[in-house]
């Protein structure tokens, strides 16, 4: 069985400061990485995907591999209000991609 | 920029109803997906479908359930004879190449009585 697994939270990190966002997953094949965020009653939009170990940085995004631990995060700096949210992470498996998401990290700024 | 469009945004009907959802995926897109997500639940994969027939389905997918795709540019999901449990946001993606980023529609809230 594919497992995803994040924190449910929530997570309340202050307005300005760096939230952390953990994955781990189960099948030490998978390649490629994503982290989507979801607002409540609204679809998933992609905001990080990486494919290699170490870390990818977007924006105030970075999100950070390591295949060895099978763990993968997502850094928000400067966090804004606008950045709570439920935080998915997603690991696309077989040869048709379907995608494993877990069960979701909630995110809460406070001003 | 393309979206993945999806009728109607909520959909009321009674147990026992069918339902039909629909998608309209990008244009030149080869890979549509259905998933769902109950209330507070985590997404989770439906169905697949490539070149007119089901690529992948989970244990969700049962006999109830069905796709097609009718015209070339829709892409529908439809539930035989609906129960409680199907309540739920389904959310309908497309890719061009399976090894594509998947980009999800706004989702169809369906809630069954």
């Known amino acids: 069985q594919k497992e995803v697994e994040q924190n449910s939270g929530p997570l309340s990190v202050p307005e300005g400061a760096i939230a952390s966002l953990n994955c781990t997953y189960s099948?030490?094949?998978?390649?490629?990485f994503f982290w989507y965020r979801q607002y409540s009653g609204k679809s998933p939009e992609l905001i990080m995907s990486?494919?290699?170990?170490g870390d990818k940085e977007d924006g105030r995004f970075t999100a950070q591999l390591n295949k060895a631990s099978q763990y993968v995060s997502l850094l928000i700096r400067d966090s804004q209000p606008s950045d709570s949210a439920t935080y998915l992470c997603?690991?696309?498996?077989?040869?048709?991609?379907?995608?494993?998401f877990g069960s979701g990290t909630r995110l809460s700024i406070r001003p | 920029e393309p979206e993945v469009t999806q009728t109607p945004s909520h959909q009321v009907t009674q147990m026992g109803q069918e339902v039909i959802l629909r998608c309209v995926p990008i244009?030149?897109?080869?890979?549509f997906y259905w998933y769902r997500q109950i209330l507070g639940q985590k997404v989770e994969f439906l169905v697949s479908?490539?070149?007119?027939?089901?690529?992948?389905k989970s244990e969700i997918f049962d006999d109830q359930f069905s796709v097609e795709r009718p015209d070339g540019s829709n892409f529908t999901l439809k539930i035989r004879s609906t129960k409680l449990e199907d309540s739920a946001m389904y959310f309908c993606a497309s890719v061009q190449r399976v090894t594509d980023t998947q980009y999800f529609g706004p989702g169809t809230r369906l809630t069954v009585l």
């Open positions: 244009s030149n897109h080869l890979y």
């Open positions: 479908f490539y070149n007119n027939e089901i690529s992948e």
């Open positions: 990486i494919y290699s170990n």
């Open positions: 997603a690991v696309p498996y077989s040869s048709a991609s379907k995608i494993i």
């Open positions: 099948d030490r094949v998978s390649q490629s």
